[in-house]
């Protein structure tokens, strides 16, 4: 059977990439966009096999209806992308409340959103794979990138607990963590906090590097979207997938770190602890629920 694609945000970049990918391998796709004339070049040269929707992922009722009618056109949704977003950098206390709701709108309650309505169907099919386009931002938090990496970390922890939650349903979820690829994000899609004095060493420094020349991503958009076809037909994908050899390093230092800081701490965790208190962990009936499998 036809596996059936659906894919937020095809206009542009990874999305895009990913959209010609899976029409060039033979499967049917749901490619969606704020604006479906971005895709008319892939509708005359795959008529049979793309379904162009209009969908801002921000808009409710139009991802009920983007579901809905991709429903009725294909009959099931078996890969669920949720690739659209974007970035937006400077410090903190600086964006605007519209930019801080429209960042965790699109990067967050847009891909949960559109999960959520996806899966009854899964559920019903007892089958599916949804892919959570986070990034190493998700895993990494640095400075001029706060409200980016709270949507993106905030995915990564819906995404990590869903997968557990449906897999005994036979639904597969995976977060995947790209480093720097050659699309729009640092450039045309980029938006800005208004500055604010202070932040130079830290902010300043994160935007310079982004917006500088010698700042050349590593990965090519292609090579994304082969990967993504292949973990879709993978019969155990990842809870995590890491793209690109710098986000693979990035993270495991900060893994590291983690590790290191936990460690030194752990006393002071412990201290909290009631002084008659069992660790509920360690029990026969905690194990069997907390080490289920690999959780
Ligand atoms: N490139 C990287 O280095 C990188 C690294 C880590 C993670 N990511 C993540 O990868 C995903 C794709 O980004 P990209 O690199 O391909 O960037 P991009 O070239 O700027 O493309 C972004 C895509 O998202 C769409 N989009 C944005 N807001 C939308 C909305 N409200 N509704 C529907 N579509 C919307 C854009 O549509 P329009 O054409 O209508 O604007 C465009 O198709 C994002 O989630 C991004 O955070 C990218």
């Given amino acids: 059977m036809t596996k059936i694609w659906f894919i937020t945000g095809s206009s542009r970049g990874l999305g895009r990439s990913l959209t010609e990918a899976v029409l060039a391998n033979g499967y049917k796709v749901a490619a969606t966009a704020r604006n479906p004339e971005a895709l008319k070049e892939l509708v005359e040269q795959y008529p049979d096999s793309i379904f162009p929707v209009k969908l801002d992922v921000t808009d409710k009722s139009q991802i009920a209806k983007a579901i809905e009618s991709t429903i009725e056109k294909f009959g099931r949704i078996d890969v669920l992308v949720n690739n659209a977003g974007f970035g937006i950098m400077g410090a903190s206390e600086g964006y605007t409340d519209e930019q801080v709701r429209s960042q965790l709108e699109t990067n967050l309650y847009a891909p949960i959103e559109v999960t959520r309505a996806v899966l009854p169907h899964m559920r019903r099919q007892r089958s599916g794979h949804i892919l959570q386009i986070s ?161």
């Fill in 135 to 295: 990034s190493v931002g998700g895993r990494v938090g640095n400075p001029g990138l706060t409200i980016y990496q709270a949507a993106k970390f905030g995915l990564g922890g819906y995404t990590e607990a869903l997968a557990k939650e449906v897999a005994p349903l036979g639904i597969f979820v995976t977060s995947v963590e790209p480093g720097g690829f050659r699309t729009d994000w640092a450039r045309d899609s980029m938006s800005y906090a208004p500055h604010i004095d202070g932040y130079e060493e830290t902010v300043g420094k994160r935007i310079a590097l982004f917006s500088s020349d010698q700042f050349v991503p590593m990965g090519d958009p292609a090579k994304a979207a082969k990967v993504m076809i292949d973990l879709a037909e993978n019969p155990a994908p990842p809870v995590h997938l890491i793209l690109g050899s710098e986000a693979v390093h990035l993270i495991k230092q900060a893994d590291i770190n983690r590790r290191q800081e936990m460690e030194k701490w752990e006393e002071v965790s412990a201290s909290t602890n009631a002084d008659d208190a069992i660790d509920f962990t360690q029990t026969d009936l905690g194990r069997s629920f907390f080490s289920a499998k690999k959780s």
